[in-house]
């Protein structure tokens, strides 16, 4: 089969797979909105991610439209996000504490926006996408850093 066919035939998919995970979690746009919205709510207050955040997004709007586009993507495989999330992190100063209080304000976040199968299907991915952020992020650095002289 051509790869024209394939692209066509996957592309005709997506809808189904999106509306089945719609109805098995209750996840939807206005959900992810909520969701992403009062998540970085919690960031913007929290005392350890907010100063992170604040040195960096001056215009909210335009990150958290980005954001919903992204969790559509993750969450309901419509592939709205069409970005790079490691780059964008490479420089921030984080490790592996903030990637858990991170975690923990999104689980918390999802838990009161979503439904519970909801909660648990953008929960894991957030899991996963912490632990391949986190993962990059350090693999980057380390490749940066020079190699200290031998004695």
């Known amino acids: 089969m051509p790869a024209l066919g394939r692209t066509k035939h996957v592309a005709s998919v997506r809808p189904e797979i999106t509306a ?20 970085y709510g919690r960031i913007r207050r929290d ?14 709007g335009p990150h ?5 586009a992204f969790w559509s993507s993750v969450a309901l495989m419509t592939g709205r996000y069409h970005g790079r999330p490691v780059p964008a992190h490479m420089a921030l100063p984080i490790d592996g504490a903030h990637f ?13 926006t979503c439904t519970p ?13 912490a632990r391949s952020l986190l993962l990059a992020v350090s693999e ?4 940066s850093d020079p190699i200290p002289a031998l004695r």
Request: net charge negative; aromatic share 8%; proline share 3%.
């Open 20 to 39: 089945a995970i719609m109805a098995e979690t209750g996840l939807d746009e206005e959900v992810l909105r909520d969701l992403v919205h009062g998540f």
């Open 47 to 60: 005392p350890v991610l907010g100063p992170i955040f604040s040195a960096r997004i001056i215009d909210w």
């Open 64 to 68: 958290l439209e980005r954001m919903v």
């Open 100 to 112: 858990e209080r991170w975690l923990d304000l999104f689980r918390a976040t999802a838990r009161e």
């Open 117 to 129: 199968a909801g909660a648990a299907h953008v929960t894991l991915r957030a899991e996963r996408i």
């Open 140 to 143: 980057a650095r380390a490749a």
